[in-house]
């Protein structure tokens, strides 16, 4: 079997090796180099505070382990004491005399050899705590790398956001200058130049607010990959992502993808290991109605109480063997209430597992309506752009032969405006979706990236 702790180096260490990331620092230096979504999600696998805290839990794990599998090993019991007496202290016999020094000292093997089934319950339960504490650590690991995925998602999203929106206060500011170059050669009413000067200054708070987000998104990000940003870092963390969002194809068959997640999500196994443990906390509840039966073997020192002259260093040894067998016959019905708890508690885990499942079933459900809704969003959106690009230069032409109204190339760049916000935010949309969904299947969170 592999020691626990191989198999917890090989769990960190399959995860990591999906990406071919370089080795990352905690510092500054790296944050600044160019980061793809692998690249992340690797720096996450390293030094993510969540994922190393539900390392060190897994670490603790193994020392329940260890402790509940003690029983099933033989006990190496050693015992000595010296010992010293007043000699008016001490009963002797008319004419014999009593050390008032003595010693002994020995060693015990023992090693039950039946106790109603505790020892194989035992054995059992710790295989069953080793599964559970990688069940539990691989959804930590899952729901810390979706959290990174999302978050480098957001990023780019803030950042598309900035550009977009600088590209309308250009936009529009160009059309502020224009109305007030026409104003001064007396083609256009003040009016044209004021309606300018509004659309300039409605749409600079939008601008404002995007790049707020980009700034929150970034130091979002770097927290959750376990960065610890210099103090001389304000505002602007120097983040730059190499990934983009796009409509990678996802196909997935709802009952396919259900039976999936029941079989894979690591909180069922968890729950299922519960389950087991519960079970055999029944077997370890009743094994007090049996009789326990262990075998002994030991050597044993001392020193000769009445063998002539009397002194320390004459010694007497020897061996000793044998068998020991206990029975509480009766223990006021102690051993019926443990019992009674571990059945009600075993009942309640498999409440709990049926639940989760049921929850389990919900989550994926409502991931794929999400990610079926993203994707219908964005295919909307496909043409929209382009449209909103025609529209504007058609309203400029009609407002430059007379056809056509300010009014008109105002609305034109509002629409394009949020043509290109909505693309985006679909975009983002969607690769959210389908990383929530791939977590609700239960896919691995690195191997599962595009």
């Not at 180096?9 to 793809?36: C, F, K, M, V, Y």
């Not at 559970?132 to 998602?153: F, H, K, P």
């Amino acid at each position: 079997m592999k020691p626990f702790t191989s198999l917890l180096l090989s769990l960190s260490l399959g995860l990591a090796i999906h990406g071919n990331a370089r080795a990352q620092t905690n510092d500054a230096g790296p944050i600044s180099q160019p980061l793809s979504l692998i690249d992340c999600l690797n720096i996450a696998l390293q030094q993510s505070p969540t994922i190393k805290d539900a390392r060190s839990d897994l670490q603790a794990q193994h020392g329940v382990v260890i402790s509940t599998r003690a029983v099933a090993l033989p006990q190496v019991t050693a015992t000595g004491q010296y010992k010293y007496a007043d000699r008016g202290g001490i009963e002797s016999f008319p004419g014999t005399s009593v050390p008032n020094r003595d010693w002994n000292s020995g060693i015990v093997i023992s090693q039950d050899i039946y106790d109603g089934g505790r020892t194989i319950a035992a054995v059992r339960s710790a295989g069953a705590i080793k599964r559970q504490a990688i069940a539990n650590y691989n959804t930590t690991v899952a729901d810390a790398l979706l959290a990174v995925r999302v978050a480098y998602y957001d990023v780019l999203l803030d950042s598309q956001q900035v550009t977009v929106h600088e590209a309308s206060v250009n936009l529009l500011q160009k059309e502020l200058e224009d109305q007030q170059n026409r104003y001064n050669a007396g083609t256009v009413p003040k009016f044209n130049v004021l309606r300018a000067e509004v659309a300039v200054a409605n749409e600079r708070p939008n601008l404002i607010r995007a790049r707020n987000d980009y700034r929150i998104a970034k130091n979002n990000l770097s927290n959750l990959l376990g960065y610890n940003l210099p103090h001389d870092i304000w505002e602007d963390v120097p983040m730059q992502l190499t990934d983009t969002l796009d409509a990678t194809p996802y196909q997935v068959n709802l009952p396919d993808a259900i039976q999936q997640a029941l079989s894979r999500r690591s909180e069922l196994e968890s729950l299922r290991e519960a389950e087991r443990l519960q079970r055999l906390n029944i077997t370890d509840a009743r094994s007090t109605y049996q009789p326990t039966v262990s075998l002994f073997a030991g050597y044993n020192w001392f020193n000769a109480q009445f063998t002539a002259p009397v002194t320390l260093d004459h010694d007497i040894r020897g061996w000793n063997a044998g068998a020991q067998l206990s029975w509480n016959i009766f223990d006021g019905l102690a051993t019926h209430g443990k019992v009674v708890q571990a059945k009600a508690l075993h009942d309640k885990s498999q409440t709990d597992l049926a639940n989760e499942s049921r929850q389990v079933e919900l989550e994926v459900r409502t991931a794929y309506s999400q990610f079926i809704e993203a994707r219908e969003v964005l295919d909307s959106q496909e043409k929209v752009q382009e449209e909103a690009d025609e529209a504007l230069r058609e309203a400029k032409t009609r407002a430059e032969a007379g056809t056509g109204t300010q009014l008109d190339v105002l609305d034109a760049e509002t629409s394009l405006t949020q043509a290109r916000t909505t693309q985006i935010q679909a975009l983002h949309d969607y690769d959210t979706a389908r990383s929530k969904l791939q977590r609700a299947i239960g896919e691995d969170m690195v191997a599962g990236t595009k």
